[in-house]
């Protein structure tokens, strides 16, 4: 498989990280770089899927939009306090 190259410019305090402790740039960069589309692409596909849902049965209410809001920030305040 063809692998073209690509130039990365990283701040020095990272650059020193990754030479002191051996690690591999071209994988790494890899890995997250293939995360980051599939990420991108989730998100595309996400907001096609709610595009077709809105088409089909309309615009959500005011209630039902805010009733999603409070658990959408019921689950980001668990996952906060989570990752603390």
């Not at 599939?38 to 939009?65: F, H, K, V």
Request: net charge negative; glycine share 2%; charged share 30%.
């Amino acid at each position: 498989m063809r692998m073209p190259r690509v130039q990365v410019y990283l701040p020095e305090d990272l650059y020193d990280e990754l030479k002191q402790r051996g690690l591999p740039a071209s994988e790494l960069l890899q890995v997250a770089v293939r995360a980051e589309v599939e990420r991108q692409n989730a998100l595309t596909e996400t907001e096609q899927y709610l595009d077709e849902l809105e088409s089909e049965i309309g615009e959500p209410s005011a209630r039902a939009t805010a009733q999603a809001e409070a658990v959408a920030r019921r689950i980001r305040t668990r996952a906060s306090r989570q990752a603390s």
